[in-house]
């Protein structure tokens, strides 16, 4: 499950390098998809230790929405940047 999640991120970033919207190399690629997983997969254990400190804190998946597209946006190009920018602030 892991790798096809891995392989679906190295597509769809290649597409985008093809279609000009993003700058990375494959191995800048193969890194950010294994990150992209990482956080995803992980995201509500690492909140629930985070928020175990205060009382009532609920598990938000729009912040883990919010810290892929945080993974992606370095690599993206002008109006393409801009946009998953303004999209990643209805996560937040």
Known sequence: MMRRGTDTVI???????????????????????????????????????????????????DRAAYQVLSLIAPFLEGTHRALLDRLSQDYL
């Open 11 to 61: 597509r769809l970033c290649r597409s985008m390098v093809d279609a000009g919207a993003m700058r990375a190399s494959d191995r800048e690629i193969a890194a950010l998809a294994s990150n992209v997983g990482l956080v995803a997969t992980y995201w509500i254990s690492y909140q629930k230790i985070s928020a175990s400190e205060r009382a009532g804190a609920v598990v938000s998946l």
